[in-house]
Nanobody, 125 residues
Framework: QVQLVESGGGLVQAGGSLRLSCAASGRVFSSFAMGWFRQAPGKEREFVARIIWSSRSTYYADSVKGRFTISGDNAKNTVYLQMNSLNPEDTAVYYC??????????????????WGQGTQVTVSS
């Protein structure tokens, strides 16, 4: 079992930055990929970014490409999402997710088994 705990959300002004953290515990060694998703009120949950642990391959949604960076610290069993140049459209609940099964693009929510509780990110104008 993998447990995920998110932190770092909050209120920030447009143009500012936030750094989200997702600390994993349990069978961390079994985790193949970890990703970030977000969901705004009235919208479906959407993919933000993901990282494949073995290859360190990263992938980003077009909406955040060039502004967000996903990274992983294996020693700390933690994945980060550095968010720069934030705008009000980034306001959402952000979730981290982990999956133990290799294969797939890992850019869809149904590809993940373990989920964090979510953390609110609010960007004011």
């Amino acid at each position: 079992q993998v447990q995920l705990v998110e932190s770092g959300g909050g209120l920030v002004q447009a143009g500012g930055s936030l750094r989200l953290s997702c600390a994993a515990s349990g069978r961390v060694f079994s985790s193949f990929a970890m990703g970030w998703f977000r969901q705004a009120p009235g919208k479906e949950r959407e993919f933000v970014a993901r990282i494949i642990w073995s290859s360190r391959s990263t992938y980003y949604a077009d909406s955040v490409k060039g502004r967000f960076t996903i990274s992983g610290d294996n020693a700390k069993n933690t994945v980060y999402l550095q968010m720069n140049s934030l705008n009000p459209e980034d306001t959402a609940v952000y979730y981290c997710a982990a999956d133990t099964s290799p294969g797939g693009w890992k850019i869809y929510d149904y590809e993940y088994v373990y989920w964090g509780q979510g953390t609110q990110v609010t960007v004011s104008s």
